[in-house]
C-alpha cells in the first residue's frame, strides 16, 4: 500500500469561487481510499467575476492575458493554502476554469496556464483533464464519474447541482440542463446591488408561479431531444435559454420559480431515461442549498422510488469535486485512466492530463 498527498483546485461554471481540498490517498492494486485532511473555499472578487464571465466575447489579446493572469492567481492562492496550513503536497491538481465547451466542434478550454501556475508550486501540476478525451471525438465530460466509482462505492446515484446539473449512474453519467449558472446570473442581473449573487435558499423562486407557456417552451429545446453521452457549456445557455427567457415579461419571481420546475422536470426525466428507479440518491454541488429546488425535486422523484439521503460525511460534501480532481490527478501521474468511455463517449477510457514540473523539480513522484 502506498500513500499520497495531493491538492485538487475546482472552479466551476457557475463562477462561485475556488475549492481547494487537501486529500491523503490510500493506494493498494486498484483500490482506494481518502481522507480529507484540509479544505478552503475562496470566493471569486467582483473584478474576477466580471472578467471570467465577460471573457468569451473578449479578443485574442485580452484571452491570453487572462490565461496566464488566471494562472497567477491560482499559483497564489495554492501557495497561501500550502503555506497557512504547513502542508507537503505531492501534487496538485487543477481544472482551471471552463471558458469555452464545444465538443460537436472538436473543443473545449479551461483557462489558467499551467506554466505559470506551477512556478508557484513546491510539487508536481496535473491540468488540462478534458482536451485529449474531446480529441478523440469524447465529449470531455462529465469526468466526475471515475471518482464517485472508486471514492463513494457506498452511493450509486449521484445528482450534482452545479453551474449545470449531471447525474452519474452505473458507470453512465451526462449533463442534464442548466442550474445554478443560468439562476444566479439571473438573480445577479436583477439584484446588482445584492449582498448574495445567488437566490439564498430559493426563497424568491419559491414566491413565484409557474409559467406554463414558458416551461413548455424550455421543455422543447433541442438539447433535450440528444441521448447521451451529451455534455454542456455556458455558451449554451447564453445563446438558446437566455434569450428565450428574455422575451417573457415576467417578474423575477416567476421566472426562477419556472426554471427551477423546468430543472427538476428534466432531472426526473433523465433519471427515467436510464432506469434509476428505487435508488438512494447523492446530491452534491451548491443547488443542495437551494431547498425550494430540492423540494421540487423530491416531489418528483417519490414516484420514481427515488430517495434522498443525507447520510453523507459534511466535511467533505462541499468539496465532493475538488476531491475528485486531486484523484484524478493521482490517476494521471500513476499512468491510469481518468475517463471512462461509456461516459463521454470517446472510443476507450483514456488518461489525460498535462504534467508540469516545478522550478525546483518534481519528477521523485514518477520513480
Known amino acids: ?39 478552503d473555499q475562496i470566493p471569486f472578487d467582483a473584478r474576477w467575476k466580471s472578467r471570467l464571465s465577460h471573457l468569451p466575447t473578449q479578443s485574442a489579446e485580452i484571452f491570453a492575458k487572462t490565461h496566464v493572469y488566471f494562472g497567477h492567481w491560482l499559483g ?79 452511493y450509486d446515484l449521484f445528482l450534482n447541482l452545479g453551474g449545470i446539473a449531471n447525474v452519474t449512474f452505473q458507470q453512465q453519467a451526462f449533463d442534464i440542463c442548466p442550474c445554478n449558472g443560468v439562476l444566479n446570473h439571473l438573480y445577479v442581473h436583477t439584484f446588482p446591488e445584492s449582498d448574495f449573487d445567488y437566490d439564498p435558499q430559493g426563497q424568491l423562486a419559491a414566491e413565484g408561479e409557474v409559467d406554463e407557456a414558458l416551461l413548455q417552451r424550455l421543455n422543447q429545446l433541442n438539447f433535450y431531444k440528444i441521448r447521451p453521452p451529451k455534455s454542456l457549456g455556458w455558451e449554451w445557455t447564453v445563446a438558446q435559454m437566455l434569450p428565450l427567457l428574455r422575451d417573457w415579461d415576467l417578474p423575477i419571481e416567476d421566472l426562477l420559480c419556472t426554471l427551477v420546475e423546468h430543472i427538476s422536470f428534466q432531472i426526473a426525466r433523465a433519471f427515467r431515461l436510464i432506469a434509476a428507479t428505487d435508488r438512494k440518491l447523492l446530491i452534491t454541488g451548491g443547488g443542495r442549498h437551494h431547498h425550494f429546488l430540492i423540494a421540487r425535486l423530491q416531489e418528483k422523484l417519490m414516484p420514481l422510488g427515488i430517495s434522498i439521503v443525507d447520510d453523507f460525511p459534511e466535511s467533505w460534501i462541499d468539496y465532493k469535486e475538488a476531491i475528485i480532481f486531486a484523484f484524478l490527478g493521482l490517476r494521471t501521474l500513476l499512468g491510469h485512466p481518468t475517463t471512462l468511455a461509456s461516459v463521454t463517449g470517446a472510443p476507450n477510457d483514456l488518461v489525460t492530463g498535462a504534467i508540469h514540473i516545478p522550478p525546483k523539480g518534481g519528477i521523485k513522484f514518477l520513480d
Open 76 to 154: 497564489k492562492q495554492i501557495k497561501q493554502f500550502i503555506d497557512r496550513y504547513h502542508l507537503r503536497p505531492d501534487f496538485v491538481a487543477a481544472h482551471g476554469q471552463t471558458i469555452f465547451h464545444q465538443p460537436d466542434k472538436s473543443f473545449t478550454t479551461q483557462i489558467g496556464d499551467g506554466e505559470t501556475l506551477v512556478s508557484y508550486l513546491p510539487c508536481l501540476l496535473v491540468d488540462n483533464f478534458r482536451n485529449k478525451d474531446v480529441a478523440m471525438k469524447g465529449q470531455g465530460a462529465p469526468l466526475v464519474p471515475l471518482g464517485e466509482q472508486y471514492l463513494f462505492p457506498e
Open 1 to 39: 500500500m502506498k500513500i499520497y498527498r495531493g491538492i485538487g483546485v475546482m472552479s466551476g461554471s457557475s463562477m462561485d469561487g475556488l475549492d481547494l481540498a487537501y486529500c491523503s490517498f490510500k493506494v493498494d492494486g486498484d483500490q482506494y481510499s481518502f481522507e480529507l485532511e484540509q479544505a
